[in-house]
């Protein structure tokens, strides 16, 4: 009954009120109401600029996002390419290693053969001298010999005829001018052998520089 009674007060003060007291309520009802619609109002257009704030940050956001996203993945290809590089350049390494290896192994070969063959060219060359220098000795000797004999067939004008025959049969064996003629062409030969060996000798050190 209590609750009834304070429900029913407000409709008995009005039937109390007078005209006057009616009308100046229903003025500060407007009152109220036109304030509290404008406080409404109000708080819709703060409301409203807050989400517009917040819609423009969020598309902010979305850009740097979409901006991260894009160099990520330009990290990521990025990433990709230079793993493949190096995948590349540590195969090329492999293969330069390997022929390096080999040309190496050759190269050993090859030197120890030109090491090989200039020692038989040297050694063959002394040989050459060492004949060349006998050949020159056993010409001299000739030379020597057929002086002599020149001075004997000229001193000894009146030999015997058992002397004259003997000097005929020697005269065929020993021939002085054709065995030396013929041995001085076999020195040049020799000589001419030694000269080439000698170049031979000189290219096979220049490769061997080069080699080296």
């Not at 080999?102 to 053969?113: D, G, K, L, N, P």
Request: overall charge negative; aromatic content about 4%; charged content about 35%.
């Amino acid at each position: 009954m209590a609750a009834v009674n304070q429900r029913r007060t407000p409709e008995e003060e009005l039937h109390r009120m007078n005209h006057e007291q009616l009308c100046e309520f229903v003025r500060k009802t407007e009152t109220e109401k036109v304030h509290m619609m404008v406080e409404r109002s109000n708080l819709i257009k703060d409301v409203n600029r807050l989400l517009q704030t917040h819609l423009s940050e969020i598309r902010e956001l979305k850009d740097v996002n979409q901006k991260l996203q894009d160099d990520n993945q330009e990290l990521r290809d990025l990433c990709c390419f230079l793993d493949d590089d190096r995948q590349k350049g540590r195969k090329l390494a492999r293969e330069w290693q390997r022929f390096g290896r080999y040309t190496s192994s050759v190269m050993r070969s090859e030197v120890s053969q030109y090491q090989q063959k200039l020692k038989d060219l040297e050694s063959s060359q002394k040989d050459l001298i060492e004949d060349n220098t006998q050949l020159k000795e056993l010409c001299l000797f000739l030379d020597q010999e057929r002086a002599a004999l020149g001075s004997r067939d000229s001193g000894d004008g009146s030999s015997s005829t058992t002397n004259g025959e003997d000097n005929e049969n020697e005269a065929p064996l020993l021939s002085p001018n054709s065995v030396n003629e013929r041995t001085m062409q076999y020195i040049k030969s020799l000589e001419n052998k030694i000269k080439h060996l000698e170049e031979e000798k000189k290219h096979l050190a220049q490769v061997g520089d080069m080699i080296y």
